[in-house]
């Protein structure tokens, strides 16, 4: 039987440009919503607790070692991200002859004790959180931080 219709190399070629095109642009997206997500997952889990008096009482930093497109609509997407969190409490040194708690004394020449604080041991845990992302417009916001 005679062939009737057959694909040329130019239409071949053509086809698999606009699959290519398609693949990079998807891929490009996901890269976007990936650092969106991380970015956001750092500003979630970093954090500033501060007393009445104003003085800052603990701070914690956040890194995302990783982020992954877990489902990617038009107007939605979900990331689950990855990091790691260090919590600290910044100690005060006050100069003065009362010892305290976690503090080490020692004498000058003159005999006076000078109080010195040691530091504290940041405290560094592991996080995963699954991030909901809506879009408005051309910008993502986050929508909710599902922690894991």
Sequence with gaps: M???FRFS?????FC???VAARLAQQYVADKALEERAA???ERVYGWRW?????DMQFN?????????VIKRGP????VRIQGNQVVMAPN???NTGDQQQGASSTKDNSGAAEVTQSETKPLESKFKAVITLYKDKDKWLLGKVEAE
């Excluded at 501060?50 to 104003?54: E, F, L, R, Y």
């Excluded at 914690?60 to 992954?68: C, F, H, L, T």
């Design 39 to 41: 970015v956001i997952g």
């Design 75 to 78: 107007n939605d997407g979900q």
């Design 92 to 94: 005060k040194s006050v």
């Design 50 to 54: 501060q007393n009445i008096s104003g």
């Design 9 to 13: 190399k130019w239409f071949v070629l």
């Design 2 to 4: 005679e062939k009737l």
């Design 60 to 68: 914690s930093q956040a890194k995302v070692i990783e982020a992954k």
């Design 16 to 18: 698999a440009l606009l």
